[in-house]
């Protein structure tokens, strides 16, 4: 058996003040923890530091487990065993610096993030007509649209986790607003930051498309998460697709493709091309997967807090094939307008690549195991992935 007691140097009686102390791998600053044990087999190695006249502990970075005899002492330690506290003060900060930026990491939802990044710069592309295009102006323009793009989407991302931390205790438990790592005022805090340098920089950027996607953006973003009774569009299965389909589909292929080819970027008066709108066409396709089978996994939690989405009414099995010929139809269309195409290089790589992605979808898909969540959430996560791969090809077609 083990008892820890934690008391301030200056109540230890004499008696205490040599004992051996067996500590965690916690880091202790500002207390002295003395502990009495019937036995000392594994314990792991630990050095004492010291501040303000308490005592700490830090694990050692040693394999074997051992236990190490200090002396405690409320106005004196003996240094000669001790780290040197500012040192040990940096270590510390650097653990809690690189935990608040994992935690934020995951609280910006990355696969998304790519996903804005990877769409943005795709169809900036698409109004470029040969390499002189490629200019300083055209990479600024780039820049102007996809910070604040990246902006809107953790604001977007970071609201919907603020009004589900209940719903994702069950759902996605690791998410830092629900285990905890982030509370609710830094998500707050981190939401708000980001919507207003999102519309400083929309506003400065002096592009009306640019400016009217982030204000699009922020309506829908708003009206599927907050839980308002006019608003929590997530709660209808239509309307939360609708959402999606409208940003991911729409706003990113138009508005950003208008923003670089205006005056403000190419200086050219605006024309849709059939690169962009077969960009439209097909992202209206993947936008409804995604919008269907992310809700797969999260049934139990959808089920328990009324949120009727489609997977709730019509069952996972159902939704899940519905996106694979969802998506098998996008691929189908995809290929046959590259073999329409007049230029042999581009009909192979539209042809080969859209073929190739097909098939690597239908042999996973029938692979995978529906009951299973971690292997739903796998498939979703290759689903993005197949999201990134089409803006890859979509240059190809003209």
């Not at 000392?40 to 700490?56: E, M, P």
């Not at 300083?136 to 604040?148: D, H, N, R, T």
Request: glycine share 6%; aromatic share 12%; net charge positive.
């Amino acid at each position: 058996m083990l008892r820890v007691q934690t008391i301030p140097p200056t109540h230890l009686k004499r008696e205490d003040q040599r004992k051996r102390v067996l500590v965690r791998d916690d880091l202790f600053i500002g207390q002295a923890i003395v502990a009495r044990a019937s036995s000392f087999h594994c314990i792991r190695s630990f050095k004492l530091i010291s501040t303000n006249g308490y005592v700490g502990f830090t694990r050692s970075p040693c394999s074997r487990f051992t236990c190490r005899e200090i002396r405690c002492k409320s106005d004196h330690y003996d240094h000669s065993s001790a780290y040197n506290l500012k040192s040990n003060g940096s270590a510390g900060f650097l653990i809690t610096t690189i935990k608040y930026l994992k935690a934020f990491y995951e609280f910006c939802r990355p696969h998304t993030i790519f996903g804005t990044v990877i769409g943005v710069t795709s169809v900036s592309l698409l109004p470029v007509k040969t390499v002189a295009d490629i200019s300083p102006l055209f990479f600024i323009g780039l820049l102007k649209a996809i910070i604040p793009a990246v902006f809107m989407n953790i604001y977007v991302v970071g609201l919907n986790q603020i009004y589900d931390i209940e719903i994702d205790k069950v759902n996605k438990p690791g998410l830092p607003l629900a285990s905890g790592e982030l509370n609710i005022a830094t998500g707050v805090t981190l939401v708000i930051s980001f919507l207003i340098m999102s519309f400083y920089l929309g506003v400065k950027s002096g592009s009306p498309p640019l400016l009217g996607a982030l204000v699009i953006s922020f309506l829908l973003g708003s009206a599927y998460s907050i839980d308002h009774p006019l608003f929590r569009w997530k709660r209808h299965a239509f309307l939360a697709a609708s959402c999606i389909l409208c940003v991911r589909a729409i706003l990113v292929q138009l508005a950003f493709y208008a923003h670089m080819q205006q005056v403000y970027v190419l200086q050219r008066p605006l024309s849709f091309t059939k690169s962009v709108i077969f960009a439209t066409a097909f992202m209206c396709f993947f936008a409804v997967v995604i919008a269907l089978f992310k809700d797969i996994p999260d049934v139990n939690g959808d089920k328990h807090f009324g949120i009727q989405s489609f997977s709730v009414r019509l069952g996972k099995k159902r939704v899940f094939w519905l996106c694979i010929e969802l998506l098998l139809t996008a691929y189908s269309i995809a290929i046959l307008v590259g073999v329409a195409s007049s230029d042999i290089y581009r009909r192979i790589v539209t042809v080969i690549g859209h073929g190739i992605l097909a098939s690597v979808l239908l042999i996973r898909a029938r692979c995978l195991d529906i009951e299973n969540k971690s292997s739903i959430t796998s498939f979703y996560m290759f689903i993005w992935k197949l999201f990134y791969a089409e803006y890859l090809l979509i240059p190809f077609v003209q």
